[in-house]
């Protein structure tokens, strides 16, 4: 027989003698028995042609030419030809011995493969490692698609190994681990990330290359001979690491370098690790950087956390926050801190008795410490409703030490609505009454708030001194929504009142068209309830005003019945007209007492404080306040008083100060006012609270018991609390005070078998 040409052939498969390639092999003899395959050249000793499929030397032939083929592209004609080959001894029930020949040739292969890794020195090392993983991958596929007859039948029918996971195995065995490569591969990959921490460059594509063969190998290997050495090597290098920079770096300092720390190692996995890496060793880095150092970090003298609250730190605030997220309680710590950090100095500001001197500085302050918080929260904090949380609570729990809170905070709100908004824009004058807002729900007694405002409210009405109607009413729907309808109804009334005043005012005016010359009377109808009017004693007016006072009277109970009207002379003001000595001119904005004052000295030109007293019958505290207004402000001093003094006492006399003079025509005389409250006057403000509070408590108790008929005393406390805590903390005492003035008034009653139970009475 002639052998076959493989240089030349059709494109239907055939040589040029015509021989079609595709069928089985052809062979030529030789002597001694011997017949050689014509395709591939191999020589053997068989009994007839028909045997060469069941050849030995056949079999690791196939896979030897692959193995050798694998760089350049194996030419289509001899591939097919092997796989043709192989599909033969298959067919021919001989798979087992060509699997195990696959095997041992393999074998011997890589064998030959591990000995030229192993020669490779230094950095050749991972390069040669390198390039044979890639050759054998090429050596693989190619196996692969030559036997694909036996992987598709052969090696499911008999479980064995498939081709390519073969490979990787005896890779992995004989390559990877090798006594002489295993150990040294990882030395050499834990100094290359050693190399890349200390700041040298390493070829990272290398690297991937070399990682990602040991991930294609089985996630154990990559897992058990890289990662698990990687993760403790990494360990110990932060852990020195951690240890030498708290030491020479302060709070910032040293987060800013466990940043760059952990981000190195979330970019160190993205170039050549596996995703799956990056929780565990940024979990290393967390551990051994902050975890470790919490305490220390946080309380670091001159530079942790209430070090960056005081002085604004935002950037490094933030950057604990970021970084103390990622670790167990890392949160806890750093709220738990500023709650305490806040809390003490909350506590200083609301107690310290020279910043109460000041209630509108004392307000603004608290709003700065809020307005400063909520920055920090905002800007660092990522707006975290657990801080946000913590916040309010520190800040309610400071603001009700200080019982007067409440007050001040409406003081605060009466000098803004007086003159502190003036010239602002609208946009502005919600921002500010926001903020106020903000720090009214606070307000453990937002009662005691309510009873305050409405005095303030009321002067500033009375006096026509507000700023502007429209922020006093914008001002009331935010208290309408924080406290509900009931909260702002007299409050509203007040407005009405005005409005209808205005109407009522224009009808007497029309009706007595004769009053367009001499005194005037404006005059507020205020309905008893809505406004905090309180009994008080008519003063005698000038027989002028009395007079006009009667016609209004007369015109009012005329058009309205069932009516009554007591005249509040301690909330008037007056404008008059007065001259002085040297014919000075000014026109005086007086309170009601202070015109009945002046106006006696048109018939006398002295005065002593007992006469002035029995003739006008104002009260001595307010008299004393309005003679020391006229007599002892310095440009207010209308009246002068014998003996000098800044007090006022009852063996006085006063006389018209002559000399008075003032670049103004309109001269505002006010009335000295104490911008605290007396102890008495407290006590009553307390007690009128208090006795406000009771039907409150009453009606809650009686919603309670009516929905739910029969209840217990300490869910009794816990629901009148809860529902009455928009306006004010209810005292369990005065609850059960209540509960005992229901019973006896038969609205509830106790149970006969447990005293502590109560049953509601329809």
């Known amino acids: 027989m002639e052998e076959a040409s493989e240089e030349k052939k059709g494109g239907d498969g055939r040589n040029k003698e015509g021989t079609n390639l595709l069928r089985p092999p052809t062979f030529s003899g030789l002597s001694n028995g011997r017949l050689k395959c014509v395709e591939t050249g191999h020589e053997m000793v068989v009994k007839d042609k028909d045997s060469y499929a069941?050849?030995?030397?056949?079999?690791?032939g196939l896979i030897d030419f692959a193995l050798s083929h694998s760089k350049p592209p194996l030419n289509m004609f001899k591939q097919d030809l092997l796989s043709r080959n192989a599909y033969n001894m298959v067919l021919h029930k001989f798979g087992e011995k060509l699997y195990s020949g696959l095997v041992t040739t393999m074998t011997a292969h890589l064998k030959e493969i591990s000995k030229s890794i192993e020669a490779a020195q230094g950095d050749l090392f991972l390069e040669e490692l390198n390039r044979k993983w890639n050759d054998h991958n090429k050596a693989l596929q190619m196996i692969r698609d030559i036997l694909m007859y036996m992987d598709r039948t052969y090696i499911p029918n008999t479980h064995k190994t498939p081709v390519h996971e073969l490979g990787l195995s005896l890779w992995r065995d004989i390559i990877i681990h090798s006594g002489k490569i295993q150990s040294r591969l990882l030395s050499t990959l834990l100094e290359l990330v050693h190399r890349e921490?200390?700041?040298?460059?390493?070829?990272?594509?290398?690297?991937?290359?070399?990682?990602?063969?040991?991930?294609?190998?089985?996630?154990?290997?990559?897992?058990?001979?890289?990662?698990?050495?990687?993760?403790?090597?990494?360990?110990?290098?932060?852990?020195?690491?951690?240890?030498?920079?708290?030491?020479?770096?302060?709070?910032?300092?040293?987060?800013?370098?466990?940043?760059?720390?952990?981000?190195?190692?979330?970019?160190?996995?993205?170039?050549?690790?596996?995703a799956k890496s990056e929780g565990k060793v940024t979990n290393v880095v967390e551990k051994e950087m902050i975890a470790n150092h919490m305490m220390r970090l946080v309380h670091m003298e001159n530079s942790g956390l209430v070090n960056m609250l005081l002085n604004d730190k935002h950037g490094d605030l933030?950057?604990?926050?970021?970084?103390?997220?990622?670790?167990?309680?890392?949160?806890?710590?750093?709220?738990?801190?500023?709650t305490s950090h806040l809390r003490e100095t909350g506590k200083q500001l609301v107690t310290d008795a020279e910043r109460l001197k000041d209630p509108v500085e004392y307000v603004q302050r608290l709003l700065d410490e809020k307005e400063?918080?909520?920055?920090?929260?905002?800007?660092?904090?990522?707006?975290?409703?657990?801080?946000?949380?913590?916040?309010?609570?520190?800040?309610?729990?400071?603001?009700?030490?200080?019982?007067?809170?409440?007050?001040?905070?409406s003081l605060f709100v009466d000098d803004k609505l007086r003159k502190g908004?003036?010239?602002?824009?609208?946009?502005?004058?919600?921002?500010?009454?926001?903020?106020?807002?903000?720090?009214?729900?606070?307000?453990?007694?937002?009662?005691?708030f309510e009873k305050y405002y409405k005095q303030h409210l009321a002067k500033r009405l009375l006096s026509g001194k507000t700023v502007s109607d429209d922020a006093e009413r914008s001002l009331i729907v935010k208290l309408k929504t924080a406290c509900g309808y009931q909260y702002t109804s007299k409050l509203e009334g007040m407005f009405t009142d005005?409005?209808?005043?205005?109407?009522?005012?224009?009808?007497?005016?029309?009706s007595h068209p004769?009053?367009?010359?001499?005194?005037?009377?404006?005059?507020?109808?205020?309905?008893?309830?809505?406004?905090?009017?309180?009994?008080?004693?008519?003063?005698?007016?000038?027989?002028?005003?009395?007079a006009l006072c009667e016609k209004f009277r007369s015109y009012y109970l005329g058009i309205h019945t069932g009516r009554r009207l007591s005249w509040q002379t301690n909330m008037g003001t007056a404008d008059i007209k007065a001259i002085f000595g040297n014919g000075q001119k000014h026109e005086l904005n007086v309170s009601t007492y202070q015109m009945c004052i002046l106006m006696l000295f048109n018939n006398a030109d002295r005065l002593s404080y007992k006469e002035i007293e029995q003739v006008t019958a104002i009260p001595a505290s307010d008299l004393k306040r309005c003679l020391q207004s006229?007599?002892?402000?310095k440009g207010k001093n209308v009246l002068r008083k014998e003996p000098m003094s800044k007090d006022i006492g009852e063996d006085d006399s006063f006389f018209v100060n002559e000399k008075f003079a003032s670049k103004f025509y309109k001269v505002k005389v006010g009335t000295v006012v104490a911008q605290k409250e007396s102890e008495p006057e407290k006590q009553e403000t307390r007690q009128r609270v208090e006795e406000d509070r009771k039907p409150h408590i009453e009606a809650a108790v009686v919603r309670i018991m009516k929905s739910r008929k029969v209840l217990d005393h300490n869910n009794i406390i816990a629901e009148v609390t809860k529902q009455l805590q928009l306006r004010f903390l209810a005292n369990p005492t005065e609850i059960k005070k209540r509960i005992e003035s229901l019973i006896e008034r038969e609205f509830l009653e106790r149970d006969n078998s447990d005293r502590k139970m109560y049953r509601y009475l329809a």
């Open 54 to 60: 069941h050849s030995k030397r056949c079999r690791p």
């Open 197 to 274: 921490r200390t700041g040298e460059v390493i070829d990272r594509g290398l690297m991937r290359n070399i990682v990602k063969m040991l991930m294609d190998l089985g996630s154990s290997v990559y897992q058990e001979d890289f990662e698990k050495p990687f993760l403790e090597v990494s360990a110990e290098f932060y852990r020195r690491e951690s240890q030498k920079f708290i030491e020479c770096y302060d709070c910032g300092d040293y987060l800013k370098k466990a940043e760059i720390r952990l981000n190195e190692e979330i970019e160190r996995v993205t170039h050549y690790l596996d």
């Open 318 to 338: 933030g950057r604990m926050y970021n970084l103390f997220r990622r670790v167990p309680n890392g949160l806890a710590m750093i709220r738990d801190v500023m």
């Open 372 to 409: 400063k918080y909520d920055g920090i929260i905002s800007l660092a904090f990522s707006n975290d409703k657990t801080f946000q949380n913590a916040l309010n609570s520190s800040f309610e729990y400071f603001i009700n030490l200080n019982s007067r809170s409440p007050e001040f905070i």
């Open 421 to 448: 908004l003036k010239g602002v824009s609208e946009e502005d004058v919600e921002i500010i009454l926001d903020k106020v807002m903000m720090i009214f729900c606070y307000l453990q007694e937002k009662d005691v």
């Open 498 to 510: 005005m409005k209808t005043s205005q109407d009522t005012m224009q009808g007497f005016c029309s």
């Open 514 to 546: 004769e009053l367009t010359d001499g005194p005037t009377l404006v005059v507020q109808v205020l309905t008893t309830g809505s406004w905090p009017t309180q009994p008080s004693i008519t003063c005698h007016l000038p027989f002028e005003m009395s």
């Open 630 to 633: 006229m007599a002892c402000v």
